[in-house]
């Protein structure tokens, strides 16, 4: 199975052009804690672990975006969500790539 991957500049962009994502971050509710997105950015946070009874959360009728810190667990619930039905993009690099690509005042950890 092959999921597709977004940039953090490219998700951004395109949000900014008016295409509608869910961004879910499934990190820890510390790692949120200690470095998030722009509120902005909307992000729907259950953490990795919930996400499997949580799917009714989610709109099956926008993509998803996955995010984590470097993108490791973000494809493994991309892959589970594109089994579920839902169409699913890997934020490539995770929160890490976000601070380095556009927002340096996102601390790494």
């Known amino acids: ?13 395109r949000r900014q052009r008016g295409d509608v994502f869910t961004l879910l971050d499934v990190r820890e509710g510390w790692e949120v804690g200690v ?3 722009p509120a902005d950015q909307q992000a729907v946070h259950i953490p990795m672990g919930e996400v499997a ?15 984590c810190r470097s993108g490791r667990r973000s494809l493994e619930v991309a892959k589970f969500l594109q089994q579920n039905g839902f169409q699913a993009l890997n934020v490539a ?4 790539a976000w601070s380095k690509e556009l927002d340096a005042t996102i601390p790494s950890y």
Do not use: H, Q, Y
Request: net charge negative; glycine share 12%.
């Open 53 to 67: 009874e949580r799917l009714g959360e989610l709109d099956r009728g926008r993509p998803v975006a996955v995010l």
């Open 1 to 13: 199975m092959t999921i597709a991957e977004i940039s953090p500049t490219e998700f951004v962009s």
């Open 93 to 96: 690099g995770g929160i890490l």
């Open 35 to 37: 470095a998030s997105v």
